[in-house]
């Protein structure tokens, strides 16, 4: 069983930015592709950005340009870096895996308010 802990969530103003970070651990697994994804209240899921375990990474286009996606293999744990955060990045962040089997793992959430 994999297991993903997310942290860095809180409240940030326009303009602000915050730093979030997932680590997953567990037994017998190979990490294939992680990320990020978002839910608005009232809203789907949607993706935020994703990162492969040979580097290549995807955005969104709403954060292109002010979210960074990056990892760490030796810990196994995927960051997102915002910047220039507005209020319509509002919401509950889950951190996701898929690992080589092409099993899919969720993290618990972690909420995110922009608002001054």
């Known amino acids: 069983q994999v297991q993903l802990v997310e942290s860095g969530g809180g409240l940030v103003q326009p303009g602000g930015s915050l730093r979030l970070s997932c680590a997953a651990s567990?037994?017998?697994?190979?990490?294939?592709?992680m990320g990020w994804y978002r839910q608005a209240p009232g809203k789907q899921r949607e993706l935020v950005a994703t990162?492969?375990?040979?580097?290549?990474?995807n955005y969104a286009d709403s954060v292109q340009g002010r979210f960074t996606i990056s990892a760490d293999g030796a810990k196994n744990t995927v960051y997102l870096q915002m910047n220039n955060l507005k209020p319509e990045d509002t919401a509950v962040y889950y951190c996701?895996?898929?690992?080589?089997?092409?099993?899919?793992?969720w993290g618990q959430g972690t909420q995110v308010t922009v608002s001054s």
């Open positions: 990162v492969a375990g040979g580097g290549s990474t």
């Open positions: 996701s895996l898929k690992t080589g089997t092409l099993s899919y793992y």
């Open positions: 567990g037994r017998g697994f190979s990490i294939h592709t």
